[in-house]
C-alpha cells in the first residue's frame, strides 16, 4: 500500500506537467492519456524500482514516461508487435514475446510490472506469482 499526503500529490503533479508538455505523442489514442498518465508517473515515483517491465507498448508513450520519471531505472518493454511504436528509446530492452516467456535477469523485489496489455489480468497474476513480482499495475482502456 502506498501512502501520501495532499502535498506529495500536487508536487508530483507540478513536476509531472512540466514533463508532459513535452511528450512525443500529443494523440495517443488507444493508449495513456494524461489522467493515467499522471497517476502512473505517481507511483513510479513513490515505488522507485530498479527494474519495470511494461508490458503493452503501442505508441511509446508509457515507455517515455518510465524513463522520464526514474531515468536510472532498467526498462524492459513488451509487445508481440513492436512496428506501432512512434516512441522508441535507445536505453530500452524490446522484447517481442509474450510476458509469460519474460527471461531476463531482474531483481523480483525491485521490479513493477506494468500491464496495459489487454490480457487476461488473472493469467498475469499467475505469471507475476511464478517470477515473484508482487509489484504490478494493470491498465485498461477499453476501445470504442
Known amino acids: 500500500m502506498l501512502n501520501f ?10 513536476k509531472f506537467l512540466k514533463i508532459y508538455k513535452n511528450r512525443p505523442i500529443a494523440n495517443n489514442k488507444n493508449g495513456m492519456k494524461i489522467n493515467h498518465m499522471f497517476a502512473f508517473f505517481f507511483i513510479l515515483k513513490k ?4 527494474y519495470v517491465i511494461e508490458s503493452g507498448v503501442l505508441k511509446g508513450q508509457g515507455t517515455w514516461l518510465i524513463e522520464k520519471a526514474l531515468p ?3 526498462i524492459f518493454s513488451i509487445d508481440l508487435d513492436l512496428s506501432t511504436r512512434k516512441y ?6 524490446y522484447l517481442d514475446q509474450d510476458f ?16 496495459d496489455d489487454h490480457t487476461c ?16 499495475i494493470f491498465f485498461y482502456f477499453p476501445v470504442f
Open 5 to 14: 499526503t495532499k502535498k506529495e500529490i500536487i508536487f508530483e503533479l507540478q
Open 47 to 50: 515505488l522507485k524500482p530498479n
Open 72 to 74: 536510472n531505472t532498467k
Open 88 to 93: 522508441i528509446s535507445k536505453k530500452v530492452k
Open 100 to 115: 509469460q516467456y519474460f527471461d531476463e535477469k531482474i531483481d523480483p523485489k525491485k521490479t513493477l510490472a506494468f500491464f
Open 121 to 136: 489480468h488473472l493469467e498475469r497474476i499467475k505469471q507475476c506469482k511464478i517470477f515473484n513480482i508482487k509489484d504490478r
